[in-house]
């Protein structure tokens, strides 16, 4: 059971827009840590999406975003496209934990 | 072309010992922090340990503290991980993941994974 709760799945149709939510507490998302976003396509590695809240790297298309306030962060996804659908990992850091890096439990995204 | 590769993995009985390796190219190797993060069969990632760039500073998650040694020599551009007294609930891909060392940023650099199998 992670400290950050996403939920398990989401689902939109192509050209949909939908948001990942990932719920902290104040050690972690509320201390102010930075969140990260990462993209998994079953049997691949993960891929960095977001990071610094809302930062894209380069190569990652502009329909996806991320924000962050208070304890919680989210991603969104415009304009849905079958290419999508993977599940999505939220990650920051808690004070409360000995390692302190932790992921959200992941959230399966199915475009319809 | 940037890229970690990873080895060592494969079926160990429980108590025993793997070692993984993790080959880095294509960056500044010995500027990143770096990582191990594993995924169960069928579940999500969950962070195992990290390294700071010079390996002066150390952290691993409660569940592997005391039994897993991560370590990196930067002269040959590779991050390691001792896995001792392996559990059944180690079974895992193994990843290793950098990111830059500096605060802000993700890990935005991974390998393929490694199979660790704990079973008698």
């Known amino acids: 059971q992670s400290v950050l709760t996403q939920p398990p799945s989401v689902s939109g149709a192509p050209g949909q827009r939908v948001t990942i939510s990932c719920t902290g507490s104040s050690s972690n998302i509320g201390a102010g840590y930075d969140v990260h976003w990462y993209q998994q396509i079953p049997g691949t590695a993960p891929k960095l999406l977001i990071y610094?809240?809302?930062n894209r790297p380069s190569g990652v298309p502009t329909r996806f975003s991320g924000s962050k306030s208070g304890t919680s962060a989210s991603l969104g996804i415009t304009g849905l496209q079958a290419e999508d659908e993977a599940d999505y990992y939220c990650q920051s850091y808690d004070s409360s934990l000995s390692g302190n890096v932790v992921f959200g439990g992941g959230t399966k995204l199915t475009v319809l | 072309e940037v890229q970690l590769v990873e080895s060592g993995g494969g079926l160990v009985q429980p108590g025993g010992s793997l070692r993984l390796s993790c080959a880095a190219s294509g960056f500044t190797f010995s500027s990143y922090w770096m990582d191990w993060v594993r995924q169960a069969p069928g579940k999500g990632l969950l962070w195992v340990s990290r390294?700071?760039?010079?390996?002066?500073?150390?952290r691993y998650a409660d569940s592997v503290k005391g039994r897993f040694t991560i370590s990196r020599d930067n002269a040959k551009n590779t991050l390691y991980l001792q896995m001792n007294s392996l559990r059944a609930e180690d079974t895992a891909v193994y990843y290793c993941?950098?990111?830059?060392?500096?605060?802000?940023?993700?890990?935005?650099?991974w390998g393929q994974g490694t199979t660790v199998t704990v079973s008698s």
């Open positions: 993941a950098g990111q830059p060392g500096r605060p802000g940023w993700g890990m935005d650099v």
């Open positions: 390294i700071n760039s010079d390996g002066s500073i150390t």
């Open positions: 610094g809240n809302s």
